[in-house]
T-cell receptor, first 116, second 111 residues
Framework: DGGITQSPKYLFRKEGQNVTLSCEQNLNHDAMYWYRQDPGQGLRLIYYSQIVNDFQKGDIAEGYSVSREKKESFPLTVTSAQKNPTAFYLC???????????????FGPGTRLTVL | SQQGEEDPQALSIQEGENATMNCSYKTSINNLQWYRQNSGRGLVHLILIRSNEREKHSGRLRVTLDTSKKSSSLLITASRAADTASYFCATFRTGGFKTIFGAGTRLFVKA
């Protein structure tokens, strides 16, 4: 089955802890993305990567970090510097991140992070 | 500010009726996409319309794009209870490198 997976589905974090959210895709897509969604709101871009070993900050990168060592994996670390991390986190991928025709995004099921 | 803004924020209709959602944006775009999100789930891509297209159909979905007014509409015909979800428009700017999502329209279809 081709697709994009995220784990865990639910994650609880104590204040001051770093946590890492997993995102894996087997679609052979070059581009991957991390979004944050707060209740009743749209998606805000945290980081994106257009190719392996390269990534760019999105609109709300402060307090987050990523890596892209493999094409299929794009983990997101929520650091203790992120002051309000409770949210729903969505990972996505697309064939290309460039202004091409086929840049529709495929989303994972999401991880709900709660800070205790 | 958000590139795409949906209108209305929420919509409640009876099963069998048509649902129309609108999206406005601010800058020139390469394409515009519509996505659907069921509660607590990831987004699912519905349809992509390029800047040189004016209308596109997919099953019960009809999307229009008016680049002169910087607006798009999504029409769902003969709605079903299973269409209950949030619908987002997303724009890919000309010369840009990322897709920008609006805040969404929450559609509730009553059986």
């Amino acid at each position: 089955d081709g697709g994009i997976t995220q784990s865990p589905k639910y994650l609880f974090r104590k204040e001051g802890q770093n946590v890492t959210l997993s995102c894996e895709q087997n679609l052979n897509h070059d581009a991957m993305y991390w979004y944050r969604q707060d209740p009743g709101q749209g998606l805000r871009l945290i980081y994106y990567s257009q190719i392996v070993n390269d990534f760019q900050k999105g609109d709300i990168a402060e307090g987050y970090s990523v890596s892209r060592e493999k094409k299929e994996s794009f983990p997101l670390t929520v650091t203790s510097a992120q002051k309000n991390p409770t949210a729903f986190y969505l990972c996505a991928s697309s064939v290309t991140g460039l202004a091409g025709t086929y840049n529709e995004q495929f989303f994972g099921p999401g991880t709900r992070l709660t800070v205790l | 500010s958000q590139q795409g803004e949906e209108d209305p924020q929420a919509l409640s209709i009876q099963e069998g009726e048509n649902a129309t959602m609108n999206c406005s944006y601010k800058t020139s775009i390469n394409n515009l996409q519509w996505y659907r999100q069921n509660s607590g789930r990831g987004l699912v891509h519905l349809i992509l319309i390029r800047s040189n297209e004016r209308e596109k159909h997919s099953g019960r979905l009809r999307v229009t794009l008016d680049t002169s007014k910087k607006s798009s509409s999504l029409l769902i015909t003969a709605s079903r209870a299973a269409d209950t979800a949030s619908y987002f428009c997303a724009t890919f700017r000309t010369g840009g490198f990322k897709t920008i999502f609006g805040a969404g329209t929450r559609l509730f279809v009553k059986a």
